[in-house]
């Protein structure tokens, strides 16, 4: 009954006590109607439960950055708790971590491996979904999945689903990837931004070729969600920070990743690409460059830089390119190898992802645990 994209201050209490709140610190933003475009801003983090010095410096540095522009949503993409995730370990590692931010922003959380220790999926308990309560029944937009462990929800004119990689049912065919294709189909919105855990493209402290709950996201949910045009893909689990070229259609190991240079042919990458031009698949093929190339758009979508990423339709756009962020530093650091070759950044650096949306325009930054941006890139429709 609350008014849609509205500012409500709140008290927690009872009808003789005020705990807490009944200030202006207290405060939520319902949000818009679906498919209304709004600038707002999204706090991606993952990886941050660890209660340690490096968790907290991650979060000063974004709420410094941020000081003055309200965050509209928060996005964990998993290890909410990095120990064993049991109800003492989040309130240090997450809720005695994040007191402001909790009063005025909901978070949208993904179900990571450490997250899954004192947890289940198939049964809907312990601390995890005892800490949460998201939408089982589409109350905030999307198709009702009927579980906690994996969901969509609407924002403004974006479109978010959220998977469980860690207990799902990743199999072709399974429950959950049969509600994300009924899911996908339903909605028209401009934006479709997608989050969970094992990221499908990794060389950081976990490799997407040994793994297989990365490799099964790859293969299974990845051409799923690039049919219908998603536009960025958000995970975790590595503890560092990757970003991907403007990429479709790869779902192999590394070493099969190719570049297309303007030819058509398989090459490397000092080719060019297809001339530089993002918006014209390469010859060979759809975005395919007989089977040797991946990459829609190999500049670096920084707009002071090689230009913004380019899609030709507002709305679902399958097959025109995508990002795939690691965000796995927000509390600590591991490293790797950090070479995967559809990677053109990759950063052992403690930071998250800070995504400002406008109508037809986003944006996402990098933000060091300084407070230094040391990547940035731009996707305009």
Not at 89 to 97: A, C, I, P, S
Not at 279 to 299: H, K
Request: hydrophobic content about 35%.
């Amino acid at each position: 009954g609350l008014s849609p994209d509205t500012r409500y201050y709140y008290a927690v209490g009872s009808s003789s006590e005020v705990l807490a709140g009944a200030d202006s610190d207290h405060f939520f933003v319902t949000h818009p109607l679906p498919g209304t475009p709004k600038p707002f801003r999204a706090w991606v983090l993952g990886d941050s439960g660890f209660g340690s010095l490096d968790q907290a410096s991650v979060r000063d540095a974004y709420l410094g950055f941020a000081e003055g522009t309200h965050t509209n949503l928060w996005l964990h993409v998993g290890d909410v708790s990095q120990s064993l995730g049991t109800d003492p370990q989040y309130q240090v590692e997450f809720f005695d971590m994040y007191p402001t931010i909790l009063r005025q922003t909901v978070i949208w959380p993904s179900y990571g491996n450490h997250d899954a220790a004192s947890a289940d999926s198939l049964t809907q308990s312990g601390p995890y979904y005892e800490n949460f309560t998201l939408p089982t029944l589409a109350e905030a937009g999307g198709v009702a999945s009927g579980t906690e462990s994996y969901y969509s929800f609407d924002y403004a004119n974006v479109h978010f689903v959220v998977l469980d990689s860690t207990q799902g049912d990743r199999l072709v065919g399974g429950t959950m990837l049969t509600w994300l294709e009924a899911d996908l189909t339903d909605t028209a919105q401009d934006w479709i931004i997608a989050f969970w855990h094992h990221p499908p493209y990794s060389k950081g402290s976990h490799d997407s070729d040994a793994e297989g709950q990365l490799w099964i996201m790859r293969e299974n949910a990845v051409p799923i969600f690039e049919d219908h045009g998603v536009d960025l893909v958000l995970n975790g689990h590595s503890h560092s920070y990757e970003r991907s070229y403007f990429i479709d259609g790869h779902y192999g190991y590394s070493s099969e990743f190719g570049f297309c240079d303007d030819n058509g042919t398989p090459g490397d990458a000092s080719d060019d690409f297809c001339a530089g031009s993002p918006s014209t698949p390469c010859p060979g093929g759809v975005l395919d460059c007989d089977s040797g190339g991946f990459i829609v758009d190999a500049g670096d979508g920084s707009v002071g830089g090689g230009g913004a990423y380019e899609k030709p339709s507002l709305g679902p756009d399958p097959h025109h390119g995508a990002v795939f962020t690691v965000a796995g530093s927000g509390g600590e650091i591991r490293g790797g190898s950090l070479d995967h070759p559809a990677m053109i950044v990759s950063l052992n650096v403690l930071g998250s992802v800070i995504l400002d949306i406008d109508g037809d325009r986003l944006d996402a930054r990098f933000l060091d645990s300084t407070g230094t941006v040391r990547d940035q890139f731009t996707i305009v429709k």
